[in-house]
């Protein structure tokens, strides 16, 4: 899934903003949509063609390459965890500061990579946190948020 969505997200985007211009231009007068109206048209029927052809050939290589359901669901269920880890990651450095956040994010983004040994990945987490404001803000004069420091 995430793969036709990739191919089709482009075409709607332009499609978006050709349809918003073209419903803009219609207040307009009549003289003014000579050129706009088929243009439109032609757009138009370009991105459903374009779109039938890409949902055609994303159910071809999905049959080929047999993708379950089960690591479809897999694939998307990680691409929300990360984007809320992400998310998460950013409210929380404005709260406690870059070196807990990014001590704290490293480590779970450690365990929910599966780590062997999780004392491993907290000492990583916190060398490599602490390893990063030391060349940002120490060496560069890069300002990272302090937060409760």
């Not at 999780?118 to 946190?129: E, N, R």
Request: include cysteine.
């Amino acid at each position: 899934m995430i793969p036709l969505m990739q191919r089709l997200a482009m075409p709607v985007i332009v499609m978006a903003w050709a349809t918003y211009y073209f419903i803009e231009i219609s207040g307009k007068p009549a003289s003014a949509q000579h050129l706009i109206r088929p243009v439109y048209l032609v757009m138009l029927l370009l991105f459903v063609i374009n779109t039938i052809r890409d949902v055609k050939r994303w159910k071809r290589e999905r049959e080929k390459t047999r993708e379950t359901d089960g690591e479809a669901a897999r694939s998307m269920r990680n691409v929300l965890v990360c984007l809320a880890g992400a998310a998460s990651y950013l409210l929380l450095m404005k709260l406690v500061g870059f070196l807990i956040s990014s001590a704290v994010f490293l480590f779970v983004s450690f365990l929910y990579l599966k780590v062997e040994k999780k004392w491993w990945a907290a000492v990583l987490a916190v060398v490599v946190s602490a390893s990063l404001y030391a060349v940002f803000q120490m060496l560069l004069g890069v300002p990272l948020p302090k937060g409760i420091f």
